[in-house]
């Protein structure tokens, strides 16, 4: 992983080898992601791949941007269970509630 303020609270900063074997185009990796309570907008960071050896790298695919999507709650998780309780199509009604119970 490249440089990011979030390596260390929202995944562990990572490095490594990628080892491709005669004939193989495809390889994989893993980045540990880290849960917490905290609600945070979509965060990014990017990977890189370097000195290629025996082979060649794309001049755009050797760099991605990792998306990180929140599992929790905005803007806390005081309501998750009772979200997680309700079907989809009824939380925009339980949201209109607890608004109403608030503006009260």
Known sequence: TLPSPYAGRKFEAASGEIVFGPHESQGNFSIHMMNDDNFESTLEFRI??????DCELGLYL???TIKILDDDVFPSNMFKEQ???HPAESRS??????LEKINS
């Open 48 to 53: 890189r791949l370097y000195e290629p050896i």
């Open 62 to 64: 050797k760099a991605a």
């Open 93 to 98: 009604s339980f949201h209109s509630q607890k």
């Open 83 to 85: 979200l997680s309780q």
